[in-house]
């Protein structure tokens, strides 16, 4: 069964800064997709930026970006020019593609704090 | 467009009530996944349709708990009876094919006294 670890239970940032959010993966397949979710409290799941393991070129969305190392099983995301509306909890994702349609497997989350 | 519909966005009921969450997909969606978030246990599948027809329901918790989609654009999730330790949010959400990402409702929160 496929894995997801976040070892990052709560990180902070200045506004305007950089921050890291890490992400692991645990899988035996080769054809899978990864996400990150950002939930504000609202709760509503908002996703942020996918990457597909076939691309070698990391994805980006406008300030979101991440570091996908497909040899570590490493998944980061980072948020450039942090803003106050980016405080939330952040959930890294998987999903094979091997099967068809299949659901989200998801880490524990990363709580992030925007300090003015 | 309209988004993932679900409902009730709360519901506060006692133990051993029967309990019916509700979801409406994104038409054209022929996906249907249930999650439940907890504190201790973070998001976990609970079941998925595909096509209406369940394909894995492994992450239900027990026989009290009970899922429907009964067409395309409707489906159920039913816990009886509801014990506290169902309190939880439960999260819909629909993908309209393989390559697709999923689209969430914004949840029911589910507190069982």
């Known amino acids: 069964a496929q894995t997801v670890t976040q070892s990052q239970p709560e990180m902070s940032v200045q506004e305007a800064e950089t921050v890291t959010l890490s992400c692991t993966y645990d899988t035996s397949e080769s054809d899978y997709y990864l996400f990150w979710y950002k939930q504000p409290p609202s709760r509503q799941m908002i996703l942020v930026i996918r990457q597909e393991a076939y691309k070698q070129q990391n994805a980006t969305e406008n300030r979101f970006s991440v570091n996908f190392q497909k040899a570590a099983k490493s998944f980061s995301l980072k948020i450039s020019d942090s803003q106050l509306g980016d405080a939330a909890m952040y959930f890294c994702?998987?999903?094979?593609?091997?099967?068809?349609?299949?659901?989200?497997?998801f880490g524990k989350g990363t709580r992030l704090s925007v300090i003015a | 467009d309209a988004g993932v519909i679900q409902s009730p966005r709360h519901e506060v009921t006692e133990m051993g009530q029967e309990v019916t969450l509700r979801c409406k997909p994104i038409s054209g969606h022929n996906s249907l996944f249930w999650y439940r978030q907890t504190m201790m246990r973070g998001l976990e599948l609970l079941i998925y349709?595909?096509?209406?027809?369940?394909?894995?329901d492994s992450g239900m918790p027990e026989d009290r708990f009970s899922a429907k989609m009964p067409n395309a654009s409707f489906s159920t999730l039913k816990i009886q009876p509801s014990e506290p330790r169902d309190s939880a949010v439960y999260f819909c959400?629909?993908?309209?094919?393989?390559?697709?990402?999923?689209?969430f409702g914004d949840g029911t929160r589910l507190s069982i006294l």
């Open positions: 349709f595909n096509n209406n027809v369940p394909i894995d």
């Open positions: 959400a629909s993908s309209p094919g393989r390559y697709q990402p999923q689209h």
């Open positions: 994702a998987y999903r094979s593609a091997v099967r068809g349609n299949t659901p989200l497997v």
